[in-house]
């Protein structure tokens, strides 16, 4: 199956702070999307892109699909974006099965 | 609109045991899966369902049982608990895109945390 790595495992941050977090995958894919869990555990989705460029507020994500990978930017940190960032993507030869990186864990500070 | 609901949030069983994890959508979604998170090892998916009266495997599908009769239901059964399933476990739905692939955006539902003594 795919396989998806990302980088870096951990990054401290003091608030507004830019990042950059990649999320690396072995094949072509049909299905790219990041995930922000919050410190209570709860998943939420941030963005479904296959490929090109979106954005939302202080985030924008950006998939490269022809060179396999994506890029999350947080602008202006805040101390709400501490969590763990997940990419998951699905290929077409598995196309209903979801594959997780381990994550990025974000801890932003005053 | 409750979106994906999980119940119970927390459960801790003895080794041996059998339970029933519910998991139910209002969102009318076709796909729905179910993963366990354990640390540092990011989320893997168990099984999942492209509709009713179809399951198939995923990645960890030993020791657990689904079924799906209804859109909105996908319950995750443990046949016989076993210490290494102690994690943490996620519920997800979407629609189906193109082609029938569940290349839609995934919603979680909150997870139930369980512990097998």
């Known amino acids: 199956g795919i396989q998806v790595e990302q980088s870096p495992p951990d990054l401290i941050l003091q608030e507004g702070a830019n990042s950059t977090l990649r999320c690396n995958f072995s094949?072509?894919?049909?299905?790219l999307q990041w995930f922000h869990q919050n410190p209570w555990g709860q998943l939420i989705n941030l963005f479904y892109i296959p490929s090109g460029t979106k954005q939302n507020g202080r985030l924008s994500a950006t998939t490269v699909a022809t060179e396999r990978y994506s890029l999350l930017y947080i602008s202006s940190s805040q101390t709400t974006d501490s969590g763990v960032y997940f990419c998951?993507?699905?290929?077409?030869?598995?196309?209903?099965?979801?594959?997780f990186g381990t994550g990025t864990r974000l801890q932003v500070t005053l | 609109n409750a979106g994906v609901t999980q119940t119970p949030k927390f459960q801790v069983l003895k080794t041996g045991q059998s339970m029933t994890l519910q998991c139910a959508q209002d969102m009318n979604h076709e796909y729905m899966s179910w993963y366990r998170q354990d640390p540092g090892m990011g989320l893997r998916l168990i099984h999942y369902s492209v509709g009713a009266g179809i399951t198939d495997q995923g990645e960890v599908p030993n020791g657990y049982n689904v079924s799906r009769s209804t859109t909105e239901d996908f319950p995750l059964r443990l046949l016989s608990a076993a210490p290494s399933q102690t994690s943490v476990y996620f519920c997800a739905s979407s629609s189906l895109g193109r082609g029938g692939y569940s290349n839609q955006p995934q919603h979680f539902g909150d997870g139930t945390r369980l512990s097998i003594l």
């Open positions: 998951a993507a699905t290929n077409t030869g598995t196309a209903s099965k979801l594959t």
């Open positions: 094949d072509s894919v049909n299905n």
